[in-house]
Antibody, heavy 120, light 108 residues
């Protein structure tokens, strides 16, 4: 069974750093793209970026380029999303999702979401 | 590519037909258009990919159609569990694989 299990909820202060995780199981982790999607409170879905764990090829939406860093550790089947300096506007639920094999693809499996709250 | 979904809210009764629209600002490559359902407090679920192919386990009352810039998700007869948010997504043009703003299907 394909599963993506994300790290738990985080409460941080503005300016702090954060790294959240997404662990895949039940499939060959290195040969599918893994994407990250933001959902701000009461809002829609925003595609942030995507990584190919096999070679760490990473692409970002222009809206998120320079704001976050996506990485992966294929030895433990885990992808990461990190911030070096959080802002209140980063408060959202962040989902990881499995993309395609050859191209970015649609997202067929999703993690449960990680709630990030940034507040002073 | 900007995806515009309409209507913003659809108020219908169980058993009725729902027709949701997703319009793209430019042609979607290879009809790489997906639809997702999201219920409160849950992650999105893939319904349709390639504009018209149902994902695994999705009931046949859900169907997708369209090409180019105009796409439609149809729910033939609404079941109580179908009242939710629906998002379209294009995955044919990078660098950003955009989502539409969503349509809420609510009980009338």
């Amino acid at each position: 069974e394909v599963q993506l299990v994300q790290s738990g909820a985080e409460v941080k202060k503005p300016g702090e750093s954060l790294k959240i995780s997404c662990k895949g199981s039940g499939y060959s982790f290195t040969i599918y793209w893994i994407g990250w999607v933001r959902q701000m409170p009461g809002k829609g879905l925003e595609w942030m970026g995507i990584i190919y764990p096999g070679d760490s090829d990473t692409r970002y939406s222009p809206s998120f380029q320079g704001q976050v860093t996506i990485s992966a550790d294929r030895s433990i089947n885990t992808a990461y999303l990190q911030w070096s300096s959080l802002k209140a506007s980063d408060t959202a639920i962040y989902y990881c999702a499995r993309g395609g094999r050859r191209d970015f693809g649609y997202f067929d499996y999703w993690g449960q979401g990680s709630l990030v709250t940034v507040s002073s | 590519i900007v995806l515009t979904q309409s209507p913003g809210t659809l108020s219908l009764s169980p058993g009725e037909r729902a027709t949701l629209s997703c319009r793209a600002s430019q042609s979607v490559n290879s009809n790489y258009l997906a639809w997702y359902q999201q219920k409160p407090g849950q992650a999105p679920r893939l319904l349709i990919y390639g504009a018209s192919s149902r994902a695994t386990g999705i009931p046949d009352r859900f169907s997708g159609s369209g090409s180019g810039t105009d796409f439609t998700l149809t729910i033939s007869r609404l079941e109580p569990e179908d009242f939710a948010m629906y998002f379209c997504q294009q995955y044919g043009t990078s660098p950003a694989l955009t989502f539409g703003g969503g349509t809420k299907v609510e009980i009338k």
